[in-house]
């Protein structure tokens, strides 16, 4: 995996291409094209007047990838997912499901879910009959809705008015009807809004299964431990511009271990030793690469050596995540 | 289509607002002809029309402007995307829900009355008054619809409705100086109401045939309709 540092579009590396998993043509109303990624973003510009929301952004979901969608409030995430269901008009450039604008799929909700606003359901409707009439319309059976339901865990409140669901609640709805037709993209915009820990861990759970069995999610969201845990690749945009695409284990790699020991000489010699790359900084402080802190710790504890301070730096998403936009000025939730 | 079409009915059907809108003008019409004695059918039937119209018009508007005002409107196109067949959809399901509703308030006027009144008679023919009557409905609904969507809000809508429906005609009556203008207005005692009643309402003057108040009334509704349509496909959801 190469990893290109461009000054326009920042941190991009080339996405990893899977075959698309084998489903029934006829059911789907198309044929997909065999080595596409699932959801393809081409230059992809929308401005309102003279403000652009969106420009000229590129990147892919292969299938059978979690993709994490990045950025700021306001650096144009919801307005790109926007444009990916149809619902807006890209200013131009392109965005494809399976090599096709979502408009012109025949048979949409069965080829890509969409999770976009958990508000979007009327109140006075039980989440039950808000599904139904869902599946109606994308022409799938009232046992699929039940099914959906149970998926979600939400099937003791189905007969609620969605009125009174809690967020968590509605959030679940709002992946119910995204699952409805049992996609292969699914797209999801701050899922994990409302949502308790144990809500946190079952959906991190939940998507890693959808991408295990072969499907491509791409998710928006403002909670990088979440996201940090569920995506093998993440896309950060700032003031509409792509600025890194790349796998989430290169963030790992670049993880240090602060080491502060009294015998840092003794110490830094045993772990260059090793696979383990140590800078020397202050007298008794070391900054190892290529370990993680368990390891540092075994290693000092089979030496005898005493350590004042063993501490994880850097590498993570959220680090990289600020250093990306930080110039997008205040306002992350 | 057919699938959007379902759909578009079940939503109307879920909507306890759209159905209150939908099934109150039979309920008033039932009262109206226990209270208003009255010899022919057309004499009973000129209060249920403007009960009709206004109960079609927000129901229209309701299902067409609630869409925007719950952002349902984006399951319907996740749904539905292309927008040519989602709006149509719609309108159909709205023309069908009004000559639904028209056929109830009809039929509860003329059963009711003959129960009131066994010499109850029918002086226009059976068959104009029905699809009159059906057709007054139809378009009511798909008129309120149109609005909903065209305006994209729902207070909004239901006001535009009412100040077409209740506050155009007296300002056009009131000044005389328009003269036939009048005729040519959606609602108020004119080109509905002499549609939906097979003849025109001796009360308001109109000298427009049924099938002139009909097509005047066909028109307002193809315009706001392509309105509508003309929005929800060029312009973002």
């Known amino acids: 995996m190469t990893i290109a540092i461009q000054p326009d579009r920042g941190v991009v590396t080339p996405p990893v291409t899977r075959r698309l998993p084998q489903r029934n043509p006829v059911a789907l109303g198309y044929e997909p094209a065999a080595g596409a990624p699932m959801i393809a973003i081409r230059g992809l510009t929308k401005r309102y007047g003279n403000v652009a929301a969106v420009q000229d952004l590129s990147f892919d979901v292969p299938a059978g990838s979690v993709v994490g969608f990045l950025g700021r409030n306001g650096a144009g995430k919801s307005t790109t997912l926007n444009m990916l269901a149809g619902l807006s008009a890209p200013t131009s450039g392109t965005a494809t499901i399976a090599g096709v604008p979502y408009r012109s799929l025949p048979r949409p909700m069965r080829v890509a879910g969409f999770g976009l606003n958990a508000e979007a359901f009327h109140p006075s409707i039980s989440g039950q009959r808000a599904l139904r009439a869902l599946a109606s319309r994308i022409g799938v059976g009232r046992g699929r809705v039940r099914q959906v339901l149970r998926l979600v865990e939400l099937e003791s409140a189905a007969d609620r008015p969605v009125g009174k669901y809690s967020l968590g609640m509605r959030q679940r ?55 940090a845990a569920t995506v093998d690749r993440i896309v950060v945009i700032s003031r509409g511009r792509l600025v890194a695409d790349q796998p989430i284990s290169t963030i790992r790699q670049t993880a240090s271990v602060r080491v502060r020991t009294p015998d840092a000489g003794k110490f830094a010699a045993l772990l260059s030793g090793g696979a383990a790359n140590v800078q020397r900084g202050e007298a008794d402080v070391l900054t190892v690469t290529g370990l993680d802190a368990k390891p540092i710790g075994e290693l000092a504890a089979a030496h005898q050596i005493v350590l004042h301070e063993l501490t994880p730096t850097g590498g993570s998403l959220q680090d990289l995540f600020f250093e990306l936009t930080e110039s997008e000025g205040a306002g992350l939730r | 289509m057919t699938n959007a079409l379902k759909a ?52 229209g508007s309701v299902a067409g402007g609630s869409e925007y005002q719950h952002r349902t409107i984006e399951w319907t196109l996740l749904g539905t995307p292309r927008r040519g067949t989602a709006g149509t959809a719609k309108l159909v399901a709205a023309l069908l829900l009004g000559a639904g509703a028209a056929a109830l ?19 226009v023919p059976v068959a104009t008054l029905i699809a009159g009557q059906l057709a007054h409905g139809a378009l009511s609904a798909a008129f309120g619809l149109a609005c909903g969507l065209a305006l994209r809000n729902l207070p909004a809508a239901v006001g535009t409705v009412l100040v ?24 108020g005692e004119l080109s509905a109401a002499a549609l939906a009643l097979g003849s025109s309402p001796a009360s308001a003057g109109s000298q427009l045939p049924t099938l002139a108040a009909g097509m005047v009334l066909l028109a307002w509704t193809a315009i706001i309709a392509t309105i509508a349509l003309t929005r929800l496909t060029r312009t973002d959801a």
């Open chain 2, 105 to 123: 308030t009809l039929a509860a006027t003329w059963a009711l009355g003959t129960v009131v009144d066994p010499g109850l008679h029918v002086d």
């Open chain 1, 173 to 227: 709805l709002l992946l119910a009807a995204a699952l409805l037709g049992d996609p292969q993209a699914i797209v999801l915009d701050e899922p994990t809004n409302g949502l308790d820990p144990q809500g946190h861990r079952w959906l991190r759970d939940f998507l890693r299964a959808r991408a295990g069995e072969g499907r491509a999610v791409l998710l928006s969201s403002h909670v990088l431990a979440d996201v």
């Open chain 2, 164 to 187: 077409i429906a209740l506050v155009l005609p007296i300002v056009f009556q009131v000044k005389q100086s328009l003269g036939r203008v009048i005729e040519f207005l959606p609602y």
């Open chain 2, 8 to 59: 578009e009915l079940r939503s109307m059907r879920h909507s306890r607002a759209v159905m209150l809108a939908a099934l109150i003008p039979a309920v008033i019409a039932a009262l109206v002809v226990l209270v208003d004695h009255q010899t022919k059918l057309t004499g009973l039937l000129q209060a249920e029309t403007v009960v009709l119209s206004l109960g079609m018009l927000i129901a």
